[in-house]
C-alpha cells in the first residue's frame, strides 16, 4: 500500500514539477518578450516569418484534405440519419456544434503538434545538445527570444487561421455533401448561419490562441530542458507532444464547461 | 562600410574606465575549499594575447562562475550581474566556446551576421557590407551559402571566429581555437583577430589544453593552470 502510495505521489509530483516548471518558462519568456529591443524585434519578426510559413502556409492543403474528409464523414452520416426522421433542418446545429466549434479546432491544433510541435521540440533539443543557446548567450541574444517567442507567436498565428481555414473548407465540403441529399445553397446558408453566432467567432479566436500558445511553449519547454544528449531528444519531443495533446483536450474541456455555463 | 566606428549598441552603466579587460580573483574552477593555495589571481592587460593552458580552459564568463573567487571584465564582476545586463554586457566580448557554437539552421553568412543583426543600430545594407568584409577577411567567400554541416572543419571554425569579432569586441576569448586546425590555419586565423577596425590591439584570451608550436611564437605571455594555480610560461 505505501509503495502505491508512494507511486502515485511521485507521479503527481513530477506533474506539478512539469507545471511549475512551464510557469517559470512562460513568465521568463514574458520578461524578454518585455525588453526586446528596436534590433531584437527586427530579428524575431524574420524568424517569425519563417515559422508562419513552416507552420501555416505548407500545413493549408493537409488542413484543407482532412477537413474535408471530416466534413464529409460527418455530414454524410448525419444526413442519412437525420433525413429519417424528417429533421434535416437540424444538419446547421451538425455542421456548427461539432465540426466547427469542436473537431475543427481540436484536429487543427493536433495537425499543427503533429507537425510543427515535433518540430519544435526536436529542434530546441538539438540547439541545446550543440551548445547553440551558449553560443546565443555569449553573443547577448536571449534564447527566448530569439528562439522561443516567435514561435509562441508564430504557432497562435497560424493555429488561429488554419482554423479559419479548417471552418472555410468543412463549410464548403458540408454544402457539397448535402447537396446530394437535394439542399440547395440558399437552404444550406440558411440553416448554418442561424446556428452560427458571434460567439463561434470568439471562441474560435480564444483556442487559436491557447492551442498555439500550447503547442509552442509546451514543446519549446520540453526541447529546452534536455541536458543529458542527443539520446534524450525523441524523448523530449515525445514529452512535448504528449504533454500538448493532454492539454489541448483539457482547454477544449474548460471551454465547453465556461461556454455553456 | 558605416562611417560609424563601433557596430555596438551601447552599453551603459556596467564596467569601470580604465579597469582591465580581464581579471581572475581567487578563482578556482574546482571545488578545493580545502586548498586554498590552488586560488589564482590573473590580470590580463589590455592589448595583449595571452595564452592559458590547462585542463579547465572553459570560462563561459559569466553564465557558469567558477565555484570560488570572481571573474572581473572590463571591471565588472560579470557573474553577479542581473541576466539581462548580462547580456547586453556579453555583446562587447567576442567568443568562441569549445568546438564552434555555430547554428546548424543557418548558413555562415546568416551565422556571422546575427550578433550584427541583433546588437547593431546599422541599417541593414550597413549590416550585410559588415557581414561580407568579414567573410572576405576570413577567405569564406566560397562557403558562406553553406550550413556548418555542409562546411569543413575549418570553415566552420573561421566562420565562428568570423562571428566573434563581427561586432569588432574589444575583448575576444577564444577557447580551444586550433583543434582540428593544421599550424598554418591555427596561425592564420590568430593573424586575422589580432587588429581592431581603428588598427589598435585587440585583447585575446586563448584558452587550450595545449598551444601548437606554430602559434606559441605569437603568444607572448602564456599562463599554465597546474591543478588549480596559475604559473607564467609554457614550461
Redesign the interface.
Known amino acids: 500500500v505505501t509503495a502505491v502510495v508512494a507511486a502515485i505521489g511521485q507521479s503527481g509530483a513530477r506533474q506539478l514539477s512539469v507545471i511549475g516548471g512551464l510557469a517559470r518558462f512562460t513568465l521568463r519568456l514574458i520578461g524578454a518578450a518585455a525588453r526586446l529591443t528596436r534590433a531584437g524585434r527586427l530579428v524575431t519578426l524574420r524568424v517569425l516569418v519563417n515559422q508562419i510559413r513552416f507552420t501555416a502556409l505548407q500545413a493549408i492543403g493537409l488542413v484543407s484534405l482532412l477537413s474535408a474528409l471530416l466534413s464529409f464523414l460527418v455530414i454524410s452520416q448525419s444526413a442519412a440519419q437525420l433525413g429519417r426522421v424528417g429533421a434535416l433542418e437540424k444538419m446547421g446545429t451538425i455542421i456548427v456544434v461539432a465540426v466547427i466549434r469542436e473537431l475543427g479546432p481540436l484536429l487543427t491544433a493536433l495537425i499543427v503538434v503533429s507537425r510543427s510541435g515535433t518540430a519544435i521540440a526536436a529542434e530546441m533539443a538539438t540547439n541545446r545538445v550543440m551548445g547553440e543557446i551558449t553560443a546565443l548567450e555569449a553573443m547577448g541574444i536571449d534564447p527566448y527570444i530569439y528562439l522561443v517567442l516567435p514561435r509562441v507567436l508564430g504557432a497562435i498565428i497560424s493555429v488561429a487561421c488554419l482554423m479559419v481555414v479548417f471552418d472555410a473548407v468543412a463549410l464548403v465540403s458540408g454544402f457539397l455533401c448535402a447537396s446530394t441529399t437535394g439542399m440547395s445553397i440558399r437552404g444550406y446558408s440558411q440553416i448554418v448561419l442561424a446556428t452560427l453566432s458571434a460567439k463561434d467567432v470568439w471562441i474560435t479566436a480564444a483556442k487559436g490562441i491557447s492551442f498555439g500558445a500550447a503547442v509552442a511553449l509546451f514543446c519549446s519547454f520540453q526541447g529546452l530542458s534536455v541536458t543529458a544528449g542527443p539520446t534524450e531528444i525523441p524523448q523530449a519531443v515525445t514529452r512535448g507532444v504528449v504533454g500538448t495533446i493532454v492539454a489541448i483536450f483539457i482547454m477544449s474541456a474548460l471551454f465547453v464547461l465556461l461556454t455553456t455555463a | 562600410m558605416s562611417a560609424r566606428a563601433s557596430y555596438l ?1 551601447p552599453v551603459a552603466g556596467i564596467g569601470v574606465d580604465g579597469a582591465p579587460p580581464l581579471e581572475f580573483r581567487g578563482v578556482s574552477f574546482r571545488e578545493s575549499a580545502a586548498r586554498p593555495d590552488r586560488h589564482f589571481d590573473l590580470e590580463v592587460r589590455g592589448g595583449t594575447i595571452t595564452g592559458i593552458i590547462g585542463d579547465e580552459h572553459s570560462f ?1 564568463l559569466g ?1 557558469d562562475p567558477p565555484p570560488a573567487g570572481e571573474i572581473l571584465v572590463f571591471g565588472a564582476a560579470i557573474a553577479r550581474l542581473p ?2 545586463k548580462l ?5 562587447r566580448l567576442g ?1 568562441l ?3 564552434d ?5 543557418l548558413n555562415l553568412r546568416a551565422n556571422i551576421g ?2 550584427l ?5 546599422h541599417r541593414t545594407k550597413e549590416v550585410a557590407a559588415r557581414v561580407e568584409e568579414v567573410i572576405a577577411a576570413f577567405g569564406l567567400q566560397g562557403a558562406a551559402d553553406r550550413r556548418p554541416a555542409q562546411a569543413t572543419e575549418e570553415e566552420r571554425r573561421r566562420a565562428a571566429v568570423a ?1 566573434a569579432i563581427a561586432l569588432d569586441p574589444e575583448l575576444l576569448i577564444l577557447e580551444s581555437p586550433f583543434d582540428g586546425l593544421t599550424a598554418h590555419a591555427g596561425r592564420q586565423l590568430l593573424e586575422l583577430v589580432q587588429m581592431r577596425r581603428d588598427g589598435q590591439p585587440r585583447t585575446i584570451v586563448i584558452t587550450a589544453q595545449d598551444l601548437g608550436p606554430a602559434v606559441t611564437p605569437l603568444i607572448p605571455r602564456v599562463v599554465r593552470l597546474l591543478e588549480g594555480a596559475a604559473v607564467e610560461g609554457d614550461e
Open positions: 549598441l563561459a553564465f541576466y539581462a547580456l547586453a554586457f556579453r555583446r567568443y566556446q569549445v568546438g557554437g555555430l547554428l546548424q539552421n546575427l550578433p543583426q541583433y546588437a547593431s543600430d562571428r
